[in-house]
């Protein structure tokens, strides 16, 4: 997952569709800053090959609450 530009761990569990992150101790992040779950920087194959599931699933298992731009 990429914040800011800068991947960042996933800590613990995924529960429901909330995750939580380490920023790191120095971070100045701040709710409503860029979040990335794959795109550019980040593609899903290696999310996939990460989580031991197809791109195709993890794509097609998000809910209608996450928001999603595309972009050519």
Not at 11 to 36: S, T, Y
Request: proline share 4%.
């Amino acid at each position: 997952m990429l914040v800011n530009g800068r991947e960042v761990p996933i800590v613990g569990r995924v529960a429901m569709d909330m995750i939580c992150v380490d920023l790191g101790p120095q971070a100045q992040d701040k709710a409503g800053d860029a979040v990335v779950l794959w795109g550019e920087g980040l593609p899903v194959e290696r999310i996939a090959e990460i989580t031991k599931v197809s791109a195709y699933e993890l794509i097609t298992r998000l809910t209608s609450r996450v928001a999603m731009k595309y972009f050519d």
